[in-house]
């Protein structure tokens, strides 16, 4: 599977790693290390053309507006693998972006999860998925739920990714936008 993603500030960053740490120590979360870096996703597909997207992503880094968003509280994808994570604001250039993501790039993808299409897409911060339970979202809950957690959030690159399952994700190729 492969993923657009954006990287976020250092100190973002550093408070997300220790959350992680925080679920994992308390909980058993781990799975969530499986990705390379705190981040959002604009875009995943099963297959990517990943030459023509670096031309693209870089072409859109040189020209992206700073992108900075707020978070408060958390959030949780329901279902048979719940996900729990941090919902984060759209803004306007958040918007923007997305969408010339979306124009440029899915032309060069199979299998889109459209769940990250514009209609669907709710950007947010992965806090732990995969192996998550009803014992242990229980634990993650009670662990984070009653603390105020709140970023500002900066974007610092526009990236691609690559996860296989069972293997810890890789960025294929990173883009840096002026901040």
């Not at 958040?94 to 990250?116: A, E, F, G, T, V």
């Not at 911060?125 to 009670?142: G, V, Y």
């Not at 399952?165 to 294929?172: F, H, P, Q, S, V």
Request: charged share 20%; hydrophobic share 40%; with cysteine.
């Amino acid at each position: 599977m492969y993923a657009i993603i954006s990287e976020i500030d250092e100190q973002s960053g550093e408070k997300v790693n220790h959350i992680w740490q925080k679920l994992c120590e308390a909980c058993g979360l781990g799975a969530i290390y499986a990705t390379p870096t705190p981040h959002f996703t604009w875009l995943t597909a099963e297959e990517l053309d990943v030459e023509k997207t670096k031309l693209i992503l870089s072409t859109l880094a040189k020209n992206s507006p700073d992108i900075s968003t707020h978070t408060f509280g958390i959030g949780i994808f329901s279902g048979v693998h719940p996900v729990l994570f941090l919902p984060l604001v759209k803004t306007i250039e958040m918007i923007n972006i997305h969408q010339r993501i979306w124009d440029k790039i899915s032309p060069h993808c199979k299998d889109l999860n459209m769940y990250y299409s514009s209609d669907f897409w709710l950007p947010h911060i992965t806090l732990a998925l995969k192996d998550i339970n009803r014992e242990n979202l229980a634990c993650a809950i009670n662990e984070i739920g009653f603390e105020k957690i709140e970023l500002n959030v900066s974007m610092t690159s526009l990236a691609i990714a690559e996860h296989e399952d069972e293997k810890i994700g890789t960025i294929l190729e990173r883009f840096p936008v002026k901040n």
